[in-house]
């Protein structure tokens, strides 16, 4: 078990370009989520797979993002024409799919900034 | 859908002292409850969790939970802190039999002073 790895751990952007993140999750955990943190807030879900199928998107994730884990194993999220309020941690995490009383392992995260 | 409040978004007390951070969650139907402790530089790690059976629970390293479920909360307590507990402490609720997607609290910084 080498944990969830996110990278990259910091990128700075300038406002209108792309920018791709990409997690490594736990091998043969099937169950992959997508968080966005902001400065004293909690994480909130962005989106989540099952394997190679995304199950479910937050109504906070606009048609700029999208987020791909092709053979259901490593995941990248892609932010199109960044804007300030972009700017956030976002955080990786899996699970080994065993119900709803999984917990969840998380990654240390990649801080975007949006200048 | 599930909510979860944590009231306090930030706790001083200084070494030794007990502790307690306040978890209330909403939720129509069973859930599963769950607190995560995040260090400085670190990503979140669980804690405890709540899954069925004994309405107390406890992690390795001192800190216990309880669930009430007339009170619907989940406070999280440790009868003795140390420096090495200051950290962020976030709450998570996921419905039993629903959707596999943890809703997480705001968090509650615990800062531990000499």
């Known amino acids: 078990d080498t944990g969830v790895s996110q990278n990259p751990r910091h990128k700075i952007t300038k406002r209108g370009q792309n920018v791709t993140f990409r997690c490594d999750p736990i091998?043969?955990?099937?169950?992959l989520y997508w968080y966005r943190q902001t400065l004293g807030q909690g994480p909130e879900f962005l989106t989540y797979f099952q394997n190679e199928a995304q199950l479910e998107k937050s109504r906070l994730l606009s048609d700029r993002f999208s987020a791909e884990r092709p053979k259901g194993s490593f995941s990248t999220l892609e932010i199109q024409r960044t804007e300030q309020g972009d700017s956030a941690m976002y955080l990786c995490?899996?699970?080994?799919?065993?119900?709803?009383?999984?917990?969840?392992?998380f990654g240390n995260g990649t801080r975007l900034t949006v200048t | 859908a599930q909510s979860v409040t944590q009231l306090d978004s930030q706790v001083p007390v200084f070494e030794e002292a007990p502790v307690e951070l306040r978890c209330n969650y909403s939720s129509s139907v069973s859930v599963y409850l769950f607190w995560y402790v995040q260090y400085p530089n670190q990503g979140l790690q669980l804690l405890l969790k709540?899954?069925?059976?004994?309405?107390l629970v406890e992690s390795i390293n001192g800190f216990e939970a309880e669930f009430n479920k007339s009170q619907t909360s989940f406070h999280l307590r440790k009868p003795s802190v140390h420096i090495s507990d200051t950290a962020e402490y976030f709450c998570a609720v996921t419905r039993s039999g629903g959707s596999y997607i943890p809703t997480f609290g705001r968090g509650t910084s615990l800062i531990v002073h000499p």
């Open positions: 709540y899954l069925s059976g004994s309405t």
């Open positions: 091998s043969e955990h099937n169950r």
């Open positions: 995490a899996s699970s080994p799919g065993q119900g709803a009383f999984s917990p969840l392992h």
